[in-house]
């Protein structure tokens, strides 16, 4: 077992399947956002173990059934698999909300429980989400953070500055986060941090913008 090792942690709906207003029930109902199996591939050649981690409290409200969520889960890893990509594995919270457990992102207890199983360095790790909540999970454990746009990443940015500042990152989607993940591998600052940089201050600070 390789100690000290990074991870990628993905979060599942928003950022793998299309979200369902009505949660994601049944393998029928599982759809891959587009350019999501080649992202998960790209992914895979950076030779660092991904997880899944996802909340699933549809299970716990009697919408849908552990057994079901892993035929859905088994599923997608083949379809991964056919795609040329590897998810080491998924981890899934049941618990709804009023439950208080330690593993419902935002709270970090799923990505705690990969690295006791398989000796990762949280803070050798990425985590991508579409959630503000995703991001928490990520920071809390010294994670870097990527909030993607897909899902309901557009309704959670702010929710997400509000919280976190500058202390995450954010991209368009899961190719360009993959993308991000590349670059910060091979040491370079994750690009969308100085484009936010950029951004924010010139939104906050417009005298001193030179672009009137
Ligand atoms: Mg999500
Ligand atoms: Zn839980």
Same mark, same amino acid.
Request: with cysteine; charged share 20%; hydrophobic share 40%.
């Given at each position: 077992m390789p100690w000290n090792q990074g991870a990628i942690f993905l979060d599942r709906d928003g950022v793998i399947n299309e979200n369902s207003a009505d949660h994601v029930k049944t393998w029928e109902e599982f759809r891959f956002i587009p350019g999501a199996l080649d992202s998960i591939r790209r992914l895979t050649e950076t030779g660092l173990p991904i997880f899944v981690v996802t909340n699933q409290a549809a299970v716990n409200r009697g919408l849908t059934t552990v057994e079901t969520l892993n035929v859905i889960h088994q599923h997608m890893i083949e379809a991964i698999e056919i795609a040329g990509g590897r998810i080491t594995q998924v981890y899934f919270c049941p618990h709804? =909300?009023?439950?208080?457990?330690?593993?419902?992102?935002?709270?970090p207890g799923m990505l705690e429980q990969a690295a006791r199983d398989y000796g990762i360095d949280l803070t050798q790790s990425f985590f991508v989400g579409d959630a503000w909540t995703d991001v928490a999970a990520g920071v809390a454990v010294g994670a870097r953070s990527i909030l993607i746009m897909t899902g309901r990443g557009r309704w959670n940015f702010i929710p997400a500055w509000d919280r976190f500042g500058l202390n995450f990152n954010v991209a368009c989607d899961l190719d360009d986060a993959t993308t991000m993940i590349q670059e910060a591998l091979h040491? =370079?600052?994750?690009p969308s941090t100085q484009r936010m940089r950029g951004a924010f201050h010139r939104a906050l600070h417009p005298a001193e913008s030179l672009v009137p």
């Amino acid at each position: 077992m390789p100690w000290n090792q990074g991870a990628i942690f993905l979060d599942r709906d928003g950022v793998i399947n299309e979200n369902s207003a009505d949660h994601v029930k049944t393998w029928e109902e599982f759809r891959f956002i587009p350019g999501a199996l080649d992202s998960i591939r790209r992914l895979t050649e950076t030779g660092l173990p991904i997880f899944v981690v996802t909340n699933q409290a549809a299970v716990n409200r009697g919408l849908t059934t552990v057994e079901t969520l892993n035929v859905i889960h088994q599923h997608m890893i083949e379809a991964i698999e056919i795609a040329g990509g590897r998810i080491t594995q998924v981890y899934f919270c049941p618990h709804d =909300n009023h439950e208080s457990c330690a593993c419902r992102k935002p709270h970090p207890g799923m990505l705690e429980q990969a690295a006791r199983d398989y000796g990762i360095d949280l803070t050798q790790s990425f985590f991508v989400g579409d959630a503000w909540t995703d991001v928490a999970a990520g920071v809390a454990v010294g994670a870097r953070s990527i909030l993607i746009m897909t899902g309901r990443g557009r309704w959670n940015f702010i929710p997400a500055w509000d919280r976190f500042g500058l202390n995450f990152n954010v991209a368009c989607d899961l190719d360009d986060a993959t993308t991000m993940i590349q670059e910060a591998l091979h040491g =370079n600052l994750m690009p969308s941090t100085q484009r936010m940089r950029g951004a924010f201050h010139r939104a906050l600070h417009p005298a001193e913008s030179l672009v009137p």
